[in-house]
């Protein structure tokens, strides 16, 4: 996912837009109330370049940019799906 400012080894994540338990799938409006996704922090990095060339012809215009993406790698601990609410 993007990357994240994490202080610490675990994030939780409380925008929850669908949970999915066998055959029972939970559908937020928009999201789910109560509901949380505990992660931990695997790597933070940054994806490969991303070539960006521009090039108008006869006027001698070339540009050429390269781009790395920056990313966290999270690793899903526990979904927690508040009990009771169920609307």
Do not use: C, S, W
Not at 18 to 44: F, H, Q, R, S
Not at 45 to 66: E, L, S
């Amino acid at each position: 996912m993007e990357k994240l400012a994490v202080e610490g080894d675990t994030v939780e994540l409380n925008n929850v837009y669908l949970v999915a338990d066998k055959d029972k799938v939970t559908l937020g409006k928009p999201t789910i109330n109560g509901a949380k996704v505990i992660a931990d922090v695997v790597e933070e990095g940054r994806k490969d370049k991303v070539i960006v060339f521009k090039y108008k012809p006869k006027v001698r215009y070339r540009v050429k940019r390269g781009h790395r993406q920056p990313y966290t790698r999270l690793a899903i601990k526990e979904i927690v799906v508040a009990k009771g609410k169920g609307k």
